[in-house]
Structure formats: C-alpha cells, structure tokens
C-alpha cells in the first residue's frame, strides 16, 4: 500500500514545470523531490510516468509518491508492544513506554520502538519506514510522534520548537520550587570525562525550560515543562540545575528504585500540524502507574 499526493492541473497551471508544481503547489522539498524522481513510479500524469521538466497540460492529475519502496533505515522489524494512539497514512502518534529507547543501538538491537514500529507496518500492508520527527530518552513516558514518510517527516521536524508544535512534559521533582513558575534558561553542554552526563556550562549550548507547579506531593512536586530549546536531557540537567532534581533520576539526582525505576519524566500532551492536511492535531495521556504512585 503505498501513499500518493494528487494534484489536478488547473488551466493557470497549465504548462508549468513537474518540478515548479511539486515544490510550490504540493509543498514537497527539493531533497524529497530528487529521491522519487527517480522511482518508477515517482511521479506520474494520468498514471504515465514523468520527469521533473514534464508541462503538463489543464485537467491532468499529477500524483507523487511519497512513501519508501526500499527501507534505508536498516532497522529489523521485530515484534514487541505499541500503545498507538492515532494513526493514519502519513503519522503515528505513540505513548511510549518507560524503559523503551527509541532507535536500535549498542545492548538494543531488536528491542526498540523502531523496530516495533516496522514489525507494526509489515503486519499492516504498509511499506513505511521508521522516520521519528523527535526523541524520547529511554526512561521517559508519553506522547510521540513519528512520520511515515520523509516528507511528512520534514514538515514535522520544521515545526519543532515553533509554536506550531507543542510538547508538555509532566515530571516529579525533588522538593518545590520557588517561584512555582519561572523559566530556566543556562546553556547545557557534556560533562567532562563522561559519555553521557550533560551539565551547566557558560559555554554550552543555548537552553530554556519554561516550568510550573502543578501541586505540591508532600516533599516533592509535579511539575509542567515546556522546552524552548531541544538539548540532551535538557529537563533533568535544569531541573537539578535550580535544585530539584527528578525523583529517581540516577544521573541528576538520587536513584531509589524503592520509589521509581527511572526519572519521573513523562510526555503528557503533543500537538502539531498535520503534515498534509494542515489541521491541528491534539492528544494527551495521563501519568503512568509509577509516576501516579509517588503521591502516596
């Protein structure tokens, strides 16, 4: 099953060049344009195949492929859990569970949302690829969005901090900050000598959190988070920053798996613009068992 844009030539758009109507009429770029020119059936009129400098002529449809004949991801298809909360030809929104990382990697071969996501599409009929518009670390919950195709994926990736896509986190922190709603904003860069931890740095990378209090948890509070910036753990690196850090964040904080196996970090609500249709998309998941359970 594959996924085709249409157009029908109006009589002003008659004799305008494949090329011109598939970037300024369908809103297609020019790296999505030079990988389907050349597929066989890449860009069609009236279901004959033509190239990008093809005029075609008024009451022609035009129609473009848009998804992946052949897989560059390299990513295994393997079974495994998917809770979908929407999904139609060119998106699929998931609430991704807690130590779950998103893209195969050392010790994660065939155990990740990626090779869930294509396993999900094979069974579907579906010849997408895996194309995640942003990430999730590992131990975060919640709300994800990732395109079935490159062009939807490009769309998506251009909203990002834009306020036409909008990400709230939900997180427990350690103690309650003071003011109860504020903006973080100190540069994040990687910690010397480690792989992994991220830090504080006058020289670092531009980073802004936007936080507020939710409700006090006896000696912790929620908290809503909204980034302005997208760097590598940029909540837990802030959130510890102003001295709260998340309740269970091993690397930030204070690991007590007595309490929570991972950082109290979850993505609660997602919206962005359609790809395609331009229309605003919404969703929202509650807090996960483990989170909920730390206001006992």
Not at 198 to 216: C, E, F, H, I, N
Not at 268 to 278: D, R, V
Request: charged share 25%; proline share 8%.
């Amino acid at each position: 099953m594959s996924r085709r844009l249409e157009l029908t030539v109006t009589p002003e758009l008659a004799g305008v060049k494949v090329d011109t109507l598939l970037r300024k009429r369908m809103g297609l770029s020019g790296t999505v344009v030079k990988r389907i020119k050349w597929l066989e059936d890449g860009i069609l009129a009236d279901g004959a195949r033509v190239y990008t400098d093809f005029r075609p002529a008024a009451g022609q449809v035009l129609s473009v492929r848009l998804d992946d004949p052949d897989r560059r991801s390299g990513i295994l298809p393997a079974p495994g859990p998917l809770d979908i909360v929407y999904e139609d030809l060119d998106v699929i929104v998931l609430n991704k569970a807690p130590g779950v990382s998103v893209h195969p990697g050392p010790g994660h071969f065939d155990d990740t949302l990626g090779n869930f996501l294509l396993y999900h599409y094979d069974e579907e009929g579906e010849t997408a690829d895996f194309h995640p518009v942003h990430r999730l670390d590992r131990g975060t919950s919640g709300l994800m969005v990732a395109a079935k195709h490159p062009h939807a994926q490009e769309v998506l990736k251009n909203q990002l901090h834009t306020d036409a896509f909008r990400r709230v986190y939900l997180a427990v922190c350690e103690g309650v900050p003071e003011p109860p709603a504020g903006v973080i904003d100190a540069p994040l860069g990687p910690r010397p000598g480690s792989l992994m931890e991220q830090m504080v740095r006058p020289d670092g990378k531009s980073a802004r959190t936007r936080y507020g209090v939710l409700r006090r948890w006896g000696d912790r509070a929620l908290v809503s988070l909204e980034l302005e910036t997208g760097r590598t753990h940029q909540i837990r690196v802030h959130m510890a920053h102003i001295g709260h850090p998340l309740t269970g964040d091993f690397l930030y904080g204070t690991e007590d798996r007595s309490l929570i196996s991972r950082p109290a970090l979850h993505s609660g609500y997602l919206s962005f613009l359609h790809p395609i249709t331009k229309e605003k998309q919404q969703f929202a998941v509650p807090l996960p068992q483990d989170m909920a359970g730390l206001k006992l």
